[in-house]
C-alpha cells in the first residue's frame, strides 16, 4: 500500500538518561521551539517554503514518558502515531538513543529506507558502559535490526577499533572529516532520513553539546549537506544539543535554523 503523507510534525523529545557524560539535551526541545516562536527567525526557508501557517508543518506535542513504560516503547509509539495519522517526523531530542526507537517506527512505512548520520561520532559501539542503548549505541542496534538499507555517516572524527570493526561488520559507508570534502555528491536510491548530531558541527559554531569535538563541519556545510539531499527526505531528528553548555544562545539559534531548513526539505521533497 502507498502511503500519502500530508504533513510534517515537529516532535519533541525530552530525554537524556542515556547520555553517556553530562545531563541537559532532555531540556532541548523546548529551547529550541522557543527560538522558532521568538521572532527573531524569518519563517521562511532557504529552499523557499514559508513555514508561517503553513497547514503543512505544526506542532506536536512532547513525547511523555510514563515510569512503567520502556523510553524505546514510548518513543515508537509517539513516533508511530504520527505516521500512521500521515505526519512525517522531525523530531527535536534528546540524546541520540532516541534515534532507534525514531527508526523502528520507520522502517514499518519506509522498508527501503536510506540513513544520513551526521555526527562527530560513529554511534557504533555494541554496549557503552554497560549499557546497549546508551547514546554510543543507536545505530549498532539499527543496523543489528536492518532498519535501513544504507546507512552513510558524514563529519567523524574519533574512532576507536572496535567501532572501525563495527562500521566494517555493518558496511557502513564512513566519510571521517580528515577525508573532507566530499569528492562527488552523495547520491541516494529511495527514501532518506537524517540522524543530526549537533556536535558533528564544529563546537567554534555550536558550542552546546556535552562532547565538544573540534575539527567538524561548518553550519554552512550542514545547511548544504540537507539541500543537495537528491531523493525524498521523508524524516530527521536534530539531537544532541545541551543547553546547559550553550553560551549566548549560539547552539539554540543554530539548531532552530536547521531545523527549518530540515522542515523546508521534507516539504519541498516530499508532501504534495
Same mark, same amino acid.
Given at each position: 500500500?502507498?502511503?500519502?503523507?500530508? %504533513? &510534517?510534525?515537529?516532535?519533541?523529545?525530552?530525554?537524556?538518561? =542515556?547520555?553517556?557524560? +553530562?545531563? !541537559?539535551?532532555? *531540556? #532541548?526541545?523546548? %529551547? &529550541?521551539?522557543?527560538?522558532?516562536?521568538?521572532?527573531?527567525? =524569518?519563517?521562511?526557508? +532557504?529552499? !523557499?517554503?514559508? *513555514? #508561517?501557517?503553513?497547514?503543512?508543518?505544526?506542532?506536536?506535542?512532547?513525547?511523555?514518558?510514563?515510569?512503567?513504560?520502556?523510553?524505546?516503547?514510548?518513543?515508537?509509539?509517539?513516533?508511530?502515531?504520527?505516521?500512521?495519522?500521515?505526519?512525517?517526523?522531525?523530531?527535536?531530542?534528546?540524546?541520540?538513543?532516541?534515534?532507534?526507537?525514531?527508526?523502528?517506527?520507520?522502517?514499518?512505512?519506509?522498508?527501503?529506507?536510506?540513513?544520513?548520520?551526521?555526527?562527530?561520532?560513529?554511534?557504533?559501539?555494541?554496549?557503552?558502559?554497560?549499557?546497549?542503548?546508551?547514546?554510543?549505541?543507536?545505530?549498532?542496534?539499527?543496523?543489528?535490526?536492518?532498519?535501513?538499507?544504507?546507512?552513510?555517516?558524514?563529519?567523524?572524527?574519533?574512532?576507536?577499533?572496535?567501532?572501525?570493526?563495527?562500521?566494517?561488520?555493518?558496511?557502513?559507508?564512513?566519510?571521517?572529516?580528515?577525508?573532507?570534502?566530499?569528492?562527488?555528491?552523495?547520491?541516494?536510491?529511495?527514501?532518506?532520513?537524517?540522524?543530526?548530531?549537533?556536535?558533528?558541527?564544529?563546537?567554534?559554531?555550536?558550542?552546546?553539546?556535552?562532547?565538544?569535538?573540534?575539527?567538524?563541519?561548518?553550519?554552512?556545510?550542514?545547511?548544504?549537506?540537507?539541500?543537495?539531499?537528491?531523493?525524498?527526505?521523508?524524516?530527521?531528528?536534530?539531537?544532541?544539543?545541551?543547553?546547559?553548555?550553550?553560551?549566548?544562545?549560539?547552539?539554540?539559534?543554530?539548531?532552530?535554523?536547521?531545523?527549518?531548513?530540515?522542515?523546508?526539505?521534507?516539504?519541498?521533497?516530499?508532501?504534495?
Amino acid at each position: 500500500m502507498v502511503r500519502t503523507y500530508r %504533513a &510534517v510534525s515537529l516532535l519533541g523529545i525530552p530525554f537524556d538518561d =542515556n547520555s553517556s557524560f +553530562e545531563r !541537559g539535551p532532555a *531540556l #532541548a526541545p523546548d %529551547a &529550541v521551539k522557543q527560538v522558532l516562536t521568538s521572532g527573531s527567525l =524569518n519563517k521562511g526557508t +532557504e529552499l !523557499g517554503v514559508n *513555514l #508561517a501557517d503553513n497547514p503543512k508543518w505544526f506542532f506536536a506535542d512532547n513525547v511523555q514518558f510514563a515510569q512503567d513504560m520502556h523510553f524505546n516503547d514510548a518513543i515508537e509509539q509517539a513516533v508511530a502515531a504520527q505516521l500512521d495519522s500521515g505526519q512525517l517526523v522531525l523530531s527535536l531530542g534528546g540524546d541520540h538513543s532516541v534515534s532507534y526507537p525514531i527508526l523502528k517506527a520507520y522502517a514499518k512505512h519506509f522498508p527501503t529506507l536510506n540513513i544520513l548520520h551526521i555526527d562527530a561520532h560513529s554511534d557504533l559501539y555494541d554496549s557503552f558502559k554497560g549499557n546497549r542503548f546508551a547514546n554510543a549505541c543507536p545505530f549498532a542496534r539499527v543496523m543489528e535490526d536492518n532498519l535501513c538499507q544504507r546507512l552513510v555517516q558524514i563529519g567523524i572524527r574519533t574512532l576507536n577499533q572496535h567501532q572501525v570493526e563495527q562500521a566494517q561488520k555493518f558496511e557502513v559507508e564512513m566519510v571521517e572529516m580528515r577525508h573532507w570534502p566530499l569528492e562527488q555528491p552523495l547520491t541516494f536510491d529511495g527514501p532518506v532520513y537524517l540522524s543530526l548530531d549537533i556536535d558533528g558541527i564544529d563546537p567554534a559554531f555550536a558550542p552546546g553539546v556535552s562532547h565538544r569535538e573540534p575539527g567538524g563541519l561548518t553550519t554552512r556545510e550542514v545547511i548544504n549537506l540537507i539541500h543537495q539531499i537528491d531523493a525524498p527526505l521523508v524524516g530527521a531528528d536534530v539531537v544532541e544539543f545541551n543547553p546547559n553548555r550553550d553560551i549566548d544562545g549560539v547552539t539554540a539559534q543554530v539548531a532552530a535554523k536547521l531545523t527549518k531548513e530540515l522542515a523546508g526539505k521534507i516539504i519541498e521533497s516530499s508532501l504534495s
